[in-house]
DNA sequence: CTGCATCCATAACGATACTG
DNA sequence: CAGTATCGTTATGGATGCAG
């Protein structure tokens, strides 16, 4: 579907899929919609997310939250109590994005071998590079 | 699928997908992927790739080729002639990745109006937060 | 034309401490 | 428990120059 032009693709100056491509540089924001894809009840607190997604830092999830929530991707819902409780979910908008992340995941497990190859040839190389000419 | 454990997803260790995002984080890589997924014939050079793929630097097209290469993804082909002339072109894994690819770029055309509110809402955002309370 | 190496700015990330 | 702020490290990406 790219815009043809010379014969040559014009696709990405700032369409659509750029977005969304800068919005998956937020490391984690693929995963915290995909972890509120597959929450039960759709609805997630931030402390059970962090403890959902492996490594990921306190900071890091917050700021990821602040960010999908900025961009009409999850809704933030506040319960005033104390302690306080927070939950978010996905918006009908978030849901939508959610079916592609989902593909692409699957794609992920379906390939989890090739991809493990992958980090180990990856290794191979720059192992190689780093150590080969020193002397 | 995520694994459950304790009605939590304990998802994301060192699994598929994450890797598949590490992969992701090179900026340009899905580009790369789509474009080349898109290429009459499959194949194109890397001076033709740098013209489409609006804004990507030689460096970061060369660097996100090689990345490609090495886990596998793309191929390299070289012509013995001069000036030099290379080839690059999707391999059957980076096929079967391209679909996913498209599913998500697909996405993002269709939803292009809600990315264009997203980046808007983000700036306002950031805006308010930077003046705001100065005075 | 393809590819590599430097230098440099800045953006992303994590650890930690602190507030309500 | 939710959220913010600060600091320091590392990764990312762009500009430029050079080589085959």
């Known amino acids: 579907m790219p815009d043809w032009v010379d014969g040559k693709v014009y696709f990405y100056a700032d369409s659509g899929p750029r977005r969304l491509m800068d919005l998956f ?16 009840e759709g609805r997630a607190r931030p402390g059970e997310l962090q403890r959902s997604l492996q490594g990921i830092s306190k900071k890091m999830l917050l700021q990821t939250l602040k960010e999908l929530e900025i961009r009409g991707l999850i809704h933030r819902q506040v319960f005033q109590v104390i302690p306080p409780k927070v939950e978010y979910s996905l918006t009908p908008l978030g849901k939508t994005l959610a079916g592609p992340i989902e593909q692409l995941y699957q ?19 720059t192992e190689a590079s780093a150590s080969g000419d020193l002397r």
Do not use: I
């Not at 540089?25 to 039960?40: D, E, I, Q």
């Not at 071998?113 to 040839?121: G, K, P, V, W, Y």
């Open 107 to 125: 794609w992920g497990l379906e390939h989890r071998q090739a991809l493990d190859e992958m980090s180990e040839n990856r290794r191979k190389h």
């Open 25 to 40: 540089s937020v490391k984690w924001s693929s995963m915290v919609l995909h972890a509120l894809w597959h929450w039960p």
